[in-house]
């Protein structure tokens, strides 16, 4: 197996905001929830950063769930995304993929 095949994938739909401040187009950060059109709820800390708390910083009403900590994807022991359409569950730590489950259907 080379090295590339042995790589995880992620589901990540918000990757490239991982570790960045989000801001509007004025480039003022975003301190409050923000709630999507299609519902997708994104939640910031005071300096910008995706980050829920104890909440998932990213969760729409399909079922897909991020839990970020000052923009990095990050939950110690338990999946810091998940997606209840598709069974994946990934495993993340200070913003790196530690492993990736996906449950049988």
């Known amino acids: 197996m080379t090295a590339a ?6 589901i990540c739909k918000f990757l490239a905001l991982s570790g960045k ?10 301190t409050d929830d923000m709630i999507r059109d299609d519902g997708t709820i994104f939640r910031f800390d005071e300096n910008g950063y995706l980050d ?7 969760e729409s009403a399909d079922g897909y769930v991020e839990y970020r900590q000052k923009g990095l994807l990050h939950r110690k022991g ?3 995304i998940y997606d209840l359409a598709s ?3 990934e495993y993340w730590e200070g913003g790196k993929l530690m492993s990736v489950y996906k449950e049988e259907q």
């Open 5 to 10: 095949e042995n790589e995880l994938k992620t």
């Open 21 to 30: 401040k989000v801001t509007d187009r004025h480039g003022h950060i975003f």
């Open 52 to 58: 829920g708390g104890t909440k998932p910083a990213i």
């Open 78 to 80: 338990l999946p810091a």
């Open 87 to 89: 069974g994946v569950q």
